[in-house]
């Protein structure tokens, strides 16, 4: 990691955390479900998503408290899906981010819950934020909507599913990562679009790169449940292998998802140079994202 980038995290998670967490406190809510939600949301992570929303934020000169709750709301529809994902009837993990997972924790029942929780939570959330527009509100609501949802992440997820039972093509693999993985990284991206008042054509750049870094995200993790260890990545590596799962490196060698990573870097890097405006902060952020050990 980059001396600017590390000193941009270095600056901005704190305060993005203590929106996180603060925003849970907060609630009227039985104190296991606030309990539940919490622990997922305190097991760490890389929070990649809201930081996102902070990088765009910041290429505008934009510093307003309102980036860090878009950035909070992003990391809880992220960790309720992570939530579900681990449950037994979804992926059976018992560890995430080097913890016992949710429900190995405090049961099924009150996992499924906490991650709903998080999810209706969100959208609550955003449609509080008093200091922004209307408009941009129910724009910032709608994008979520569609990111998370059927047509976004949930529809990647059950896409996932399907093609747990058969070998998928390229494209069909690309359909599955752009939506389940894609369509959350094009919001955190978007939405610092929305809040900084970006024209049409910087945002048209900033949602060909946030395409092709979802899609970079995806390879590389796949390439880490080859390459990595257990340790290094915070949840089972080589369960992808085992479970004879459609992965990039399956479809195209290792060496060839390898390159597939490249090529979707340069893709990334290129939308960028569409924008005048200092990029250097998303530069450096997607080379973190290929090059990253977990």
Sequence with gaps: MTTTLKQFINDNLPKLEEELYSLVENIKAPSQLKESMLYSLKAGGKRVRPLFVLAVCNMFH??????????????????????????????????????????????????????????????????????????????????????AGAEGMVGGQVLDMDGEKRTL????????????????????????????????????????????IGLAFQIQDDILDIVGTTEELGKTAGKDVESHKSTYPALLTLEGAKQKLEEHYQFAIAALGKIDKNTIILQEFAQYIVKRHN
């Design 169 to 212: 093509s390229l494209p069909e693999l690309e359909n599955v990562h752009v939506n389940k993985t894609g369509a959350l990284l094009r919001f955190s991206i978007e939405s610092g679009a929305v809040l900084s008042d970006a024209t049409m054509e910087e945002r048209f750049a900033l949602v060909e790169y946030a395409h092709h």
């Design 62 to 147: 934009n510093n307003q408290k309102e980036a860090y709750t878009v950035g909070a709301v992003v990391e809880m529809i992220h960790t309720y899906s992570l939530i579900h994902d681990d449950l037994p009837s979804m992926d059976n993990d018992d560890m995430r981010r080097g913890k016992p997972t949710n429900h190995v924790i405090y049961g099924d029942a009150l996992a499924t819950l906490a991650g709903d929780a998080l999810n209706t939570l969100s959208f609550g959330i955003l449609a509080r934020m008093e200091n922004i527009t209307p408009e941009k509100r129910i724009e910032l609501i709608n994008l979520l909507s569609v990111a």
